[in-house]
């Protein structure tokens, strides 16, 4: 398959999706929602990957959604089209997923980053969901996102006044896990990645679908869930070889069974 808006690669079992639209800061568009699905979907059925990094380049992640493509759309079209459905996709990979942020995650490219299952930050990372300011509010999951990660006091102050938060205070809000050097973001991103990569996989997936799953569900429900998983887990060789090569004082090889 070949890209024209994204740029694909793999190190060791790490797949990196890197957005390429830098003439227009890696603004959202259709065809490049199209390709970001394919190379999704891609890494999700490649055995040999067990994480995914998003990310964009030095000066941003991305802008937004494409304002330039969306501008004329009519309230018929964007209901006939189902306009956005087609980003949930990143919804349906059960693999981690790390965004790799640099520079601007605006609008749509802070909702993207929200979407993954954690976000590594340069010290250039700035966030913003600036929609209100465009006539509409965000879309792609971001006024139920960004409560979740900040609460309601941060995110009514980022979504009514559009206002841009530098990589500390996102650290500080709770919307990034770790901030780092810019010159470090991807090689930060690549370890933790590489280190998750070399977890059981179906343990990995596991843990990603109880932690969202603690946004979705009331807590007794959730706690049954958990429950209901980890009781699983102890069907798998993984289990058995992870606790063998921790009594032993080894490194497991886990089998992803
Ligand atoms: N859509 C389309 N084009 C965009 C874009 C976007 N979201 N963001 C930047 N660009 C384009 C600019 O139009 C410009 O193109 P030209 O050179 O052809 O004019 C190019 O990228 C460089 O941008 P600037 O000249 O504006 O660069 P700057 O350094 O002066 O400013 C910026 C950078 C502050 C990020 C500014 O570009 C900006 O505010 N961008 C728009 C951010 C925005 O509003 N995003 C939300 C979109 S709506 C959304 O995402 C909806 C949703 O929920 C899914």
Known sequence: MTYENIIVSEQGAVGIIQFNRPKALNALNAAMITELNTALDAFQMEVAIGAIILTGNEKAFAAGADV???????????????????????????????????????????????????????????????ETSLGIIPGAGGTQRLVRAVGKAKAMDMILTGRMIDAGEAERSGLVSRVVAAAQVMEEAILVATKIAALSRPVAKAAKYAVNSAAELPLSEGLKLERSAIHAMFDLYDQKEGMAAFLEKRTAKFENR
């Open 68 to 130: 330039r493509e969306m501008k004329d759309k009519t309230f018929a079209q964007v209901k006939d089209e189902n306009f956005l459905h087609d980003w949930d996709h990143i919804n349906t990979i059960t693999k981690p997923i790390i965004a790799a942020v640099s520079g601007f995650a605006l609008g749509g490219g802070c909702e993207y980053a929200l979407a993954c299952d954690l976000i590594i930050a340069a010290d250039t990372a700035k966030f913003s969901l600036p």
